[in-house]
Structures are given as structure tokens and as C-alpha cells.
């Protein structure tokens, strides 16, 4: 369960929309099982109906994630990781927190959900930002 801690409102209206269930091992990163209506939704549309305007911008990874600004957009990457084969999409919420969405092989769209902490941890594991990016 979610804490007014973890995130902003973009965080938690998500939360709501979906039946998130804890990455074992994983804190702060949840995950929607056994359910075909999200694996068919791009990232982009499973962020839509939170009310923010969404902006694809590629460098945003290249700042500093740790954001307090409540006005700015979902900000949205399309990159690839150098450790693992899947296009990775991430959506970034303002407050913190935000989604990282693997594309599997099949076209499905696998979603995670992520407090700052797990985002910020993950995105380093991926290989996506550094250690030195978010401590600056």
C-alpha cells in the first residue's frame, strides 16, 4: 500500500485505477497480474485518464528525477536499457514516483509502478541513470 510519502497525486491516482500487487523483493515497484486490458495499453494511454499533460521527452533521464514541482508534465522516455533486450518506456510523475513499462516480443505492455525510491533504484539497475544523476 501506497503512502502520502511515496509520491505525488499522478502516483496515487494510478494506484487507484489498478489492482497493484508488491514485486516480491522489490520495494516500492508494484506490478498489475494477469490482466490482457493493461498489457494492451501503451504506456502513454495507461497514463492519460490521470489528468496531466504528457510530454514525450527523451533527455529528461539525463536530470536529476527528484522532482518537487507539482506543475510539470508526466514526462516520457523511449530508450533501451543495456542489460536486458526489451524497449523500455518510462513515465515520469510529478511529485515522484512514475512507471516503467517493458515491451515484450508479443507486443504486451508490461507496467510497473513505482515509488521514487524503487524508481530511482530500478532506472540505476537498468542502467538508465546514474548513482551520480540523482544525488546531485
Sequence with gaps: MLTEDDGGDALHRLWELWKWKMIPSCPGRYI????RDIVSLSLEKLVEPLGFEIVVN???LQNPIESTDSDHPIWI???????????VHV???PRGGGVI????PTGDHVHTLNT?????RKLTGLR???TKTTSE
Design 128 to 130: 538508465l541513470i546514474s
Design 32 to 35: 498489475v497480474k494477469k490482466n
Design 91 to 93: 513515465a515520469i510523475f
Design 101 to 104: 513499462t517493458y515491451i515484450k
Design 58 to 60: 527523451e533527455n529528461s
Design 116 to 120: 521514487q525510491s524503487g524508481l530511482i
Design 77 to 87: 522516455v523511449h530508450t533501451n536499457s543495456p542489460v536486458i533486450a526489451d524497449p
